[in-house]
């Protein structure tokens, strides 16, 4: 059985930074991409960041670009999302998410590309 769990969010004031983990049980980590999504409040899940399998490629969503920084630990069967600078814009519940997939490199941008999600973990940023 295939769990994904969320943690490290919380209350940050702008400027400030989180860090979120993204633990994986269940599944062969090293096969897997993964990627994080967000959902604020009355908007759609949207694509923030994901890391191939081997963990050379990344990708992100331009909002974050610069600040924001995905990686993997597959010793650990655990991704993370380094967030800096943060805005208020960027308080939404964070989700991870996993598939398995055959190419080293690939990233996977969208939701649809995905099987497995976790719970979520909710973030706040202050003004």
């Known amino acids: 059985q295939v769990q994904l769990v969320e943690s490290g969010g919380g209350l940050v004031q702008a400027g400030g930074s989180l860090t979120l983990s993204c633990a994986a049980s269940g599944l062969g980590f090293i096969n897997y991409a993964i990627g994080w999504f967000r959902r604020a409040p009355g908007k759609e899940r949207q694509f923030v960041a994901a890391v191939s399998r081997s963990g050379d490629m990344t990708g992100y969503q331009d909002s974050v670009k610069g600040r924001f920084t995905i990686a993997r630990d597959n010793a650990k069967n655990t991704v993370y999302l380094q967030m800096n600078t943060l805005k208020p814009e960027d308080k939404a519940l964070y989700y991870c998410?996993?598939?398995?997939?055959?190419?080293?490199?690939?990233?996977?941008?969208?939701?649809?590309?995905?099987?497995?999600w976790g719970q979520g973990i909710q973030v706040t940023v202050s003004s």
């Open positions: 998410a996993a598939d398995n997939e055959l190419r080293r490199s690939a990233v996977r941008t969208t939701s649809a590309q995905y099987t497995y």
